[in-house]
């Protein structure tokens, strides 16, 4: 099978979900609301200024149905798979976003979720690798992408053609971590391990889900369809004050939200005081990773750190950018500059976010 192999087939599934919701958020990156997307046929235009979208997260036009097919144990992580209809989307390489377009021989939206079931940890940058076959035939290997989409959150995806109705297997393939892990995340997640899921293939179920599609009417206008209900989870960050350490301020930026705590307690790592950003999107909060961010601490007018966040997972602070500094003190400023936008995919209502990332200054 190949990815842009022309098929005329449907959607199978072992359970459908509908992917819509209230419209809603608030302002400090902790999720109110979520939903699908599905393209209406023909699959739309790049989109451009002055089309009536926001530009930043905006709500997304469609809502859609989902697949579950199932889920498996890779070694210490837990992968569910499932998919969609097939939907256009857009990647991140460096600064520069490229579509990924919706193709004529598309059969499907392949999506596979990877997290930690001890804390219900959704986790980033495993480097995931798909290969799918027809049940018991020799399996192709597929490119996928870390993504977000509304009703999902974080998760890996891609749009795909198969050779027919029936039943396939999807290997999925995590690679190692390779980001710095702490607490009792450390020496953890560095082999990597593979999983297969079987997915069935089939007419029925693409009429279901084609069934489920509803246009929404704020469409275009900022804010997001609220996360769907799912029995996984999908990348939501806590709320900032929940975490640990003091929450010295709650940024926002291109609608990526930039909540910088102050751990003295107990930090992750050796220091007087460890700074960490834990950054989400506007709305939904879902984790925003693989940005390149830097931080530089004030104090009398004179630089006393200044240095990367480097990227992090823990299971108290979860995904976030973290640096060890020499303590901080009453009225430091705290400057937090994105280098890198999030290298993460983004399905519709995303993609006119996170892109260019100003400093946020914070006073301790």
């Known amino acids: 099978m190949r990815r842009r192999d022309f ?17 809603g958020g608030d302002d400090d990156g902790n999720q109110e609301a979520a939903g699908g997307e599905q393209e209406a046929a023909g699959g739309g235009s790049t989109p451009t200024g002055g089309d009536g979208r926001h530009d930043g997260v905006y709500v997304q036009q469609f809502t859609d149905g989902m697949a579950m097919q199932g889920t498996a144990d890779a070694g210490d992580l837990r992968v569910a798979v499932m998919y969609s209809a097939p939907h256009r989307f857009w990647r991140m390489v460096g600064d520069e976003r490229k579509e990924e377009p919706r193709e004529e021989g598309d059969s499907l939206h392949l999506m596979a979720t990877v997290w930690d079931p001890e804390t219900d940890i959704v986790v980033p940058e495993t480097g995931l690798t ?10 192709d290997e597929q490119v996928i992408y870390p993504m977000l989409s509304q009703p999902m959150g974080f998760h890996y995806g891609a749009n795909f053609a198969l050779d027919g ?38 007419d029925e179920t ?10 929404l009417d704020k469409f275009g206008e900022p804010g ?19 975490l640990p ?5 709650t940024g926002r930026t291109d609608d990526a939200v930039l909540p910088l705590l102050a751990v003295r307690e107990d930090p992750p790592v050796n ?11 506007r709305y939904n909060g879902y984790t925003l990773p693989a940005a390149g961010l830097e931080a530089t601490v004030e104090r009398g007018g004179e630089t006393v750190f200044e240095g990367p966040l480097r990227r992090t997972l ?12 020499d303590g901080i003190e009453s009225g430091d400023k705290i400057t937090v500059t994105p280098v890198t936008p999030p290298q993460v995919a983004r399905h519709r209502g995303y993609e006119r976010a996170f892109l260019e990332m100003d400093s946020v200054t914070y006073t301790v």
């Open 7 to 23: 098929i005329s087939a449907g959607i199978g599934t072992l359970s459908t979900g509908v992917l819509a919701g209230c419209i």
């Open 130 to 139: 798909v290969e799918i076959a027809p049940e018991g035939g020799a399996f």
């Open 165 to 202: 109705d029936g039943s396939y297997d999807v290997r999925v393939t995590v690679g190692g971590l390779n980001i710095r892990r702490t607490g009792a995340f450390e020496g953890r997640f560095g082999d990597p391990t593979t999983a297969t899921v079987g997915i069935t293939f089939d």
């Open 206 to 215: 693409r009429r279901s889900i084609d069934e489920q599609v509803r246009e």
């Open 224 to 242: 997001a369809v609220k996360p769907m209900d799912m029995m996984m989870p999908d990348g939501t960050l806590p709320a900032p004050g929940s």
């Open 245 to 249: 350490g003091e929450l010295v301020g």
């Open 271 to 281: 220091a007087e005081t460890y700074l960490a950003v834990s950054a989400r999107t």
């Open 314 to 325: 823990d299971p108290e602070l979860n995904y976030h950018y973290g640096a060890a500094v």
